[in-house]
């Protein structure tokens, strides 16, 4: 794996979920990220090296060359690479310690089904999008 290279963890059958990533697209002009779904045989291979049983899982990761993060502290650095204002997000909610920001998250992934949806089937990418998602 290129130590540059950003891989976005999440569950393709969660509306939240597949709108930030749809959300990440929009606003990652340089494509740093790629993404896959934790329901791929991808992310479990690859969240198995990191002791995580990927489907089912109530958060996303963001994977940064070997450096593994999860619930907020994800959110935040996928947001500091964003295209725009939305690395303010990362100055402005960072100094918040993580146990509190992780508690929040927590309650939002407990709820995201109830409040956003969920899919029976995961994200299909567009032709133009497919060279990004890992399977």
């Not at 340089?30 to 489907?55: D, G, T």
């Not at 310690?97 to 929040?104: K, T």
Request: hydrophobic content about 40%; overall charge positive.
């Amino acid at each position: 794996m290129d130590s540059t290279q950003r891989i976005v963890f999440f569950d393709g059958h969660c509306h939240l979920c597949t709108g930030a990533v749809r959300f990440i697209i929009r606003r990652d002009p340089k494509q740093k990220f790629l993404f896959s779904s934790l329901q791929s045989a991808y992310a479990e291979k690859r969240l198995a090296a990191y002791q995580i049983q990927s489907a089912g899982s109530a958060t996303f990761y963001l994977l940064e060359g070997t450096q593994l993060y999860q619930q907020s502290t994800a959110f935040l650095r996928i947001m500091k690479q964003l295209h725009g204002g939305w690395p303010l997000l990362y100055y402005l909610l960072g100094w918040i310690p993580p146990f509190l920001r992780n508690a929040v998250y927590r309650w939002v992934s407990q709820n995201r089904y109830r409040w956003w949806g969920r899919s029976e089937q995961c994200l299909i990418p567009t032709p133009e999008l497919k060279a990004r998602f890992l399977a």
